[in-house]
């Protein structure tokens, strides 16, 4: 019997991998694309979150509202249903980045490939249903382990941010050796990529990105095999799988080539341990045998419901313990009063709502025009980690931009107009009086009322008498914030003088969104007339 | 050449260099202002270079020229925030015409540049003109000696220093520390560094930042001036239409002319007093020719 590899199985495999290329690289590029594209308006640079069934469904149940942009999820169901995990395989960037690192260290020796299979492959099953479990108290926890809201917010909070400031470095130097022309147009090349570069968790969320790379060092596609829970929801609903893997027994020659390098430990051969719902049809196993044994024939017959081991009691426990957790996750002053730097991007829902949509994947992050738009640590409480807040000590809320309302992939922050983000307050900004220059010193400043976008300006500037500590008195302008107009951008934050703790601060107090964060009651406006 | 003609000119040379570049541009029989009124504001521009004696007095062959337009805001023409466009791109071909090597349009705004760049109209009519549009390059920055009364040294951009020749194109607004801003106040936009430090001494930063970087021209845009909630405006009711251009060697001359469209003068804008005084151009609107015409 002649023995050779198969080589349909090669031309299959070299397309998967063209395939997770493409894919990757066009989420890259959605993800480079999104900053201020030179007009007011962005195309649908999240559109890929928009064919993530899990995200579609978890933001549904725990929001109680169908977003209609998640009707392309149905797409990604219908494929599992009838040809099983091939978005996994085939698609998902997570994945690919996975495969690709798994596949240096199994060249590079680092990672030894086992031919045992252990039944962690439960473990995203559980995961997934303590998420939605979750979601039905609207916890919505999604965002955290999703695979595509971690790679973009890792890679926005964090790699690029890495890369740009590598980058900046290695720039540095060419201009230090005096090839200041092509530094020049690199840096012209690179301020126009728009990379924002400082992130407050940047560090802890790389430390987590690579982590879960590192976990390949144990097994081929660990994140995928064993955690993930998207590739857990797609592993339920695949039914028909209509490819299925047949070894033919005359040319086996029981090597276990396949099982052993077998992506996800679908367990290939012997041919009955074989699990659909783990296989992500990635063809390493039909390509590498030795002997073309393996092929996937079509058979239209469905799958047996879950192959996997899943027992009823881990099950009910997992989900008695997702209810548990639930009041953990609101054990947050923010209930008793609202968090002062909690200042949501404009557009943002109420609180409650936002929380049950946001899925912290940081596409509002990256298209910040000023890197104002952070992931929150403890702000937003512990269900609201990584969600985003504007920090105007590193950047504000530029006046006439609407581009992370625009992006957002769940409607927690409903898209607007310019025209209407304008008028949208996102909190107050208030002058220290302790630390503000003309307050204290007697000198002129005017910075932040310079910078107020409004028209009139929120910051007026009024005469102020100041008695110095030779007591003599001066008397500078000094600014005090119109209430009304003010409309929280915290532009005079970021751009105020006193470098370390600005004397003119923006609190989350008066914005739009909410119904009891504000400051004056309405009414008392309304019937000042009457007396 | 004469040996006796080659010494000559040497000394001559030498003579010249020590004196202040704009004293070299200097033409007996232009007038020390343009002041051009018109519908066109790319005309009205042309006319008022033309009437200072043509770009070719001011730029050589082979020059690299920085042209500093305000690009400060992330505004549209229509708000007058930020140098009209025409006015920039007229500049841009004129310099080119005049033989320069490469005409540079920079500033280093307060809200993104990307933003201010795109939206004020500046970056696609400069580029429509041929100028390099430059965004600014932090690695540009470098601490300069400004040798000024109050900034001894500061962060520049080195693209001003290194270029042959500056042009400053300000638009005319208002502004609540300086009153107004144009052509000095318009150098805090060349410059890095914690610049919103500079407002505690905001006069003596604009005379110190303007003898430092010595425009070989300046070319105020006073098409559509903001009048009211300056420097950024934000309606147009803040804004009016002027319809002028005012160009000149003598920078504080030009200031000084523009201040009349707010009906302000020296008296009340120390700065210009202070430069006044200090020698680097006349406030005395009076004491210069003035080419005064409408289009």
Known sequence: MKKERSKKYRVIQAVRILSQSIFFILFFYLLLATHFPGEDYIGRVEVFFHFDPLLAIATFIASRAFYASFALGASTVVLTFVLGRVACGWVCPLGSFHQFF????????????????????????????????????????????????????????????????????????????????????????????????????GFFLGVLFIGILLLNLSRERYWCRYLCPLGAFLGLISRWNVMKLKIDPKKCIDCWLCTIHCQTQARPYPEEDWKSSECVYCYTCSSICPTSAISFPVKSTPEEIVKVDLSKRKLI??????????????????TRRASPKLIRPPGALPEKKFLQKCVKCGECMKACPTNGLQPALAEAGPEGIWTPILVPKIGYCEYYCSLCSQVCPTGAIQELAVMEKTKIKIGLAWVNKNTCIPYNLGTPCIVCEEHCPTSPKAIKLVKTEVKLPDGTIKTPVAPIINTDLCIGCGICETKCPVVDEPAIYVTSVGESRSETNQLLLDIIKGEDELF | MKRRDFIKDLALGSLL?????????????????????????SLITREAISSLGGMNRFVSRGDVVVVKPNIGWDRTPKLAACTNPEVVKTLVELCLAAGAKEVKVMDNPCNPARRTYVRSGISEAAKEAGAKVLLPNPHRLKKMALNGEWLKEWRVYTDFVEADKIINVPIAKTHSLSRLTMGMKNWLGAVGGNRNQLHQKLDQAMIDLASFFKPCLTVLDAYRILIRNGPQGGRVSDTKLHKTVVAGVDYVAVDTAGATFFDLGPQELPYLRVAHQKGFGETDLEKLIIEKRTL
Do not use: H
């Open chain 1, 102 to 201: 798994s596949f240096i260290f199994k060249k590079s020796k680092l990672l030894k490939p086992k031919k045992n299979g252990d039944n962690r492959t439960a473990w995203k099953y559980y995961l997934l249903i303590f998420i939605l479990v979750g979601t039905l108290f609207s916890l919505d926890l999604v965002g955290i382990f999703d695979p595509l809201s971690l790679l973009y917010r890792s890679f926005v909070a964090s790699i690029l941010p890495a890369i740009s400031v590598g980058f900046s470095a290695f720039i540095g130097l060419l201009y230090q050796i005096n090839i200041s022309s092509l530094g020049d147009s690199l840096v012209q090349f690179f301020e126009n990529l728009a990379v924002n570069s400082v992130f407050r968790q």
């Open chain 1, 317 to 334: 426990f997992t989900a008695l313990l997702g209810i548990a957790a639930i009041p953990f996750f609101r054990l947050s002053p923010s």
């Open chain 2, 17 to 41: 260099l020590k004196v202040n570049p704009s004293l070299l541009a200097q033409d007996k029989n232009a007038p020390d202002l343009a002041w051009i009124q018109g519908d066109s504001p």
